[in-house]
């Protein structure tokens, strides 16, 4: 086997994240590890595991590939992910959306060999990715900021065709692709979106509506809690039934109004209606902010604003407001102490039943590097010990995978994954992993530069601002 073919299995990732602890360690290296872990940092026997840093990935070792097939693919647990994206490439929103069209063009992968290059992050590429490519269990289908059907990549029909599509692969016509509805309460009459509201919820297919409050015409954004614009729509999605209310909060994109970009409104919302389920997106994690333990006189931005917001209106953990990851896990696990951290205070703050999966796919590809990173995290004893974070059990990642969710959106994981068209899908899995035996590419690889031109590409890019703002 080549090292470029060696790096697209499970042994690739596990040496990816062994490095990623190597790196972590090697500032303070040491300490006494724990579980099987009597290696040094700088060893290459046996299993590698926390040596004193935050947080760290036991794996085995990457040599041992069926160890780390097992180890990494083999979790089986339900998982709910929700937070992927799609877009339909033939609309209107590529004429009338142009930044987002540019966003969405930047996350298109390398390798895509299509003419049209959004066609590599459409509806046959999110199937692909979310059910055939990854462990994924069901989803919830989101979108990009929008004001409607005129410049929305995945406009709220499409979606339903998605779902549609989605249930016809499954032998039971059993929903596996659950939907947002984007409402942008400053983009036009305000009545308008109400009566989109009422429309979109009379499908039956509305699990929660999402809004991006720091976006808005002129670049303005709102609050969720002013009476004048914010509050209608949850007051809104309350009469209507719909009890989930979803926020992109911290990872500022394009014209982004900062001011409107933190959770204070929506956990002050929060307390108004206890009888609704808020989900911060992103847990408020923005990049450019480190994440270390909780300082509330550092709480401006990213999880401690969160942490602060909670404190501020006086909300308890494992409440009616919850925490989503997409993108922050991704951009966080290669530094594994402030991975921990990030999720040590969403557990112990938000809580261990309120944390919820999210990966942001299919704009990175299949989720499954994302999903086998996390099955192997630990958060060390010294960080539990001294910030009073959980130990990521098997049973608390459970609950982050999919239990949590499923309980807030009123799924059943037991019933659903009996449900879901167990032949035709573990065969289509196999077909796939079959040809990955073969010698092709893993159908989950994890996206990358593989071409010494598309290194150079990558690294000029690295110097470039994260937000292409
Ligand atoms: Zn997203």
């Known amino acids: ?74 979790g089986g647990e339900f998982i709910f992910d929700i937070h992927t994206h799609h877009v339909v490439p033939d609309g209107p929103w590529r004429q009338n959306a142009q930044r987002i069209a540019d966003m969405i063009l930047g996350l298109v992968p390398a390798g895509c060999a299509e003419t049209d290059p959004y066609r590599c992050v459409d509806r046959t590429a ?43 692969l499954a032998a039971g016509g059993e929903a596996r692709v659950l939907l947002h509805d984007v409402i942008a309460p400053t983009c036009g009459e305000l009545a308008m979106r109400l009566d989109e509201m009422e429309r979109t919820a009379d499908t039956g297919d509305v699990a929660a509506f999402k809004v991006y409050t720091a976006w808005g015409p002129d670049g303005r954004g709102y609050a969720l809690d002013d009476p004048a ?3 209608p729509v ?25 001011s409107h970009n933190g959770p204070e409104d929506l956990v002050a919302v929060a307390k108004q209606y206890p009888d609704i389920d808020f989900i911060v997106y992103h847990g408020a994690y923005e990049n450019q902010t480190e994440e270390g333990p909780y300082d509330p006189a550092d709480a401006a931005r990213g999880v401690n604003s969160l942490v602060k917001a909670l404190d501020d209106n006086g909300i308890p953990p494992n409440s009616n407001v919850h925490a989503e990851l997409g993108t922050t896990w991704r951009e966080t696990l290669d530094s594994p102490t402030e991975a921990a951290h990030m999720l040590g ?28 990173a996390f099955r192997a995290f630990q958060i060390s004893p010294e960080l539990q010990e001294r910030h009073g974070y959980p130990a990521l059990t098997a049973e608390l990642k459970a609950k982050v995978f999919g239990l949590n969710a499923a309980r807030v959106f009123g799924v059943d994981p037991d019933a659903k994954r009996c449900a879901i068209d167990p032949d035709g899908l573990a065969d ?27 290194v150079l590409t990558w690294l000029r890019r690295l110097r470039e601002p994260w937000t292409p703002a």
């Open 1 to 74: 086997m080549d090292r470029r073919r060696c790096l697209q299995t499970a042994g690739g990732v596990a040496a990816v994240l062994a490095t990623y602890n190597l790196g972590a360690c090697s500032s303070d290296g040491g300490g006494s590890g724990r579980g099987g872990g009597s290696a040094a940092p700088n060893s290459n026997r046996g299993p590698t595991t926390s040596n004193g840093q935050g947080g760290s990935f036991e794996v085995p070792e990457p040599e041992d590939l069926e160890a780390c097939e097992l180890e990494l693919s083999g």
């Open 126 to 168: 999110y199937l692909h990715d979310m059910f055939l490519a990854s462990d994924t269990t069901i989803s919830l289908l989101s979108d990009v900021p929008n004001s409607g059907p005129l410049d929305a990549p995945l406009p709220w029909e499409e979606k339903r065709e998605t779902r549609q599509l989605a249930e016809s």
């Open 229 to 231: 614009v914010g509050l």
């Open 234 to 258: 949850v007051e809104k999605a309350h009469q209507l039934g719909v009890r989930v209310m979803c926020a992109h909060k911290g990872l500022p994109l394009l014209e982004f109004d900062r």
């Open 345 to 372: 205070k969403l557990l112990s703050r938000v809580g261990i039943d309120n944390v919820m999966w999210g990966t942001d796919a299919v704009w990175y590809g299949s989720p499954q590097p994302q999903i086998m």
């Open 428 to 454: 289509a899995r196999a077909e796939l992993a079959a040809y990955a035996r073969d010698g092709m590419i893993e159908p989950w690889h994890a996206r990358g530069p593989m071409t010494r031109r598309e």
